[in-house]
């Protein structure tokens, strides 16, 4: 599982926040924070474990396949597609009922990823040709039933983040898309694991109404690792980027406030709205410190630093699901998802906007087995590129800005 983990990765994040936790939250667009049916609900809303007697298990994948393509208004670049990838992030969860007042759980799941790769040699080489954000969560959690209507959960979240990066130097800062000869393969890698954690209450004043509020706390990395640097063209002087150098810098995942109501109009439907705002303000530069100085005698090579100035943005979800037969539930649901990227700061790492998914699927399930599967079509405003050659951004567009997922989740309860 872990292993499946650090593979996986997404394009189709809003910022590069990942919320294909489960089969049912899937299809329901993501709104599954109450009315928990199985063990997932800790990597939404934790408290809700009390309403899971026994022991629940269940594990599952997503596959999300996403697509990008970007046009210049320099007819004499090529335009670039976005390399076709399938990322896959599992998902894996236990929770146990210990007495008639406490849970507790533990999950593994991926809260932020990306995967951005172009061509080595397209116009846009110079902000990045691939970029990567792979991480991993493992989150035990602890949960407490007051009485019938007040349940309170919290836990601790250890995260593993890799991040990884390529792009060209132009040793001679001409950055000239047309032409390779004074080019140099830069890439960074390094990883990190930081702590954060969780908090989660939830109030049931009727038997048709539950609200719930999910807090999970800002996560600190400090990645260590090695940039190494390749000359490729034939025009490099003396003192081009060449070599390996160490690599350090810091990045502060944000953290996120989630509000969730439900209601049950009639005993088979169950109708959910949340609200996730997020403070993306925490990510506002790429700040990258090297070791020694990249280009003999220039001091300000030991250094790079690149501006995000990203904004706090809101998610919203709603979903439904009906109890059509005994054995088997419909699901559907809703969200509009806020990009928290500045368009004076866009870039290639992630071409995407605004965006909105409509999801769907079934969920199965007999004796102690179930199976929930589910589809989500996600679609992304364009986004608009002024022309900022020094970084490497050329003025253009990137559209057809869509991701296809398939999910599917596999559990049992003792």
């Not at 697509?67 to 208004?73: G, N, Q, W």
């Not at 116009?123 to 991993?136: H, L, T």
């Not at 960074?188 to 999910?214: E, I, N, Q, R």
Request: hydrophobic share 35%; charged share 20%; net charge negative.
């Amino acid at each position: 599982m872990l292993a499946v983990l650090l593979t996986a990765g997404t394009a189709c994040a809003s910022g590069f926040g990942i919320y294909e936790w489960s089969g049912r939250g899937n299809a329901m667009g993501g709104a599954t924070y109450n009315d928990a049916k199985d063990a997932s609900t800790i990597s939404t809303n934790p408290s809700g474990m009390t309403d899971l007697e026994g022991t629940h298990f269940l594990t599952g994948v997503s596959a999300i396949a996403p697509k990008a393509l970007v046009d210049f208004t320099d007819g004499t670049y090529d335009d670039a597609v976005g390399k076709s990838n399938v990322w896959m992030p599992p998902h894996a969860y236990v929770t146990h009922q210990l007495n008639e007042n406490f849970w507790i759980g533990a999950g593994i799941f991926s809260r932020f990823g990306l995967g951005t790769e172009f061509e080595e040699t397209w116009a846009g080489r110079y902000n990045m040709m691939e970029a990567s954000i792979e991480s991993v969560s493992f989150n035990p959690v602890l949960a407490y039933r007051l009485n019938d209507q007040w349940s309170f959960a919290a836990g601790p979240e250890l995260m593993y983040m890799r991040f990884r990066q390529s792009k060209t130097v132009d040793n001679i800062n001409v950055k000239n898309p047309l032409t390779t000869n004074s080019d140099s393969h830069a890439m960074l890698d390094g990883d990190s694991t930081a702590m954060g954690g969780v908090f989660a209450a939830t109030y049931k004043p009727t038997d048709w109404l539950t609200s719930s509020l999910t807090y999970r706390t800002q996560v600190r990395h400090k990645i260590v690792g090695n940039a190494t640097f390749s000359a490729i063209g034939t025009l490099n002087p003396l003192n081009a980027y060449r070599g390996t150098a160490g690599a350090s810098g810091e990045i502060t995942l944000p953290d996120s406030l989630t509000l969730a109501v439900s209601v049950k109009p009639m005993d088979k439907l169950t109708v959910e709205a949340d609200v996730l705002y997020t403070r993306w303000e925490s990510y506002q530069e790429l700040r990258i410190d090297y070791d020694r100085q990249l280009i003999p005698g220039v001091a300000a090579s030991t250094q790079s630093v690149s501006e995000k100035a990203w904004h706090n943005t809101f998610r919203y979800q709603i979903g439904a699901e009906y109890e059509l037969l005994d054995w088997l539930d419909v699901r559907a649901g809703y969200i509009y998802d806020q990009s928290p990227i500045s368009g004076d700061h866009a870039d290639y790492m992630l071409p995407t906007n605004d965006r909105q998914l409509y999801s769907t699927g079934l969920g199965l399930h007999w004796d102690n087995w179930l199976v929930d599967l589910s589809y989500i079509y996600l679609q992304s405003k364009e986004r608009d590129y002024n022309e900022r050659a020094a970084e490497g951004v050329r003025a253009g567009q990137a559209h057809d800005l869509e991701t296809h997922i398939v999910g599917v989740s596999l559990g049992y309860k003792f």
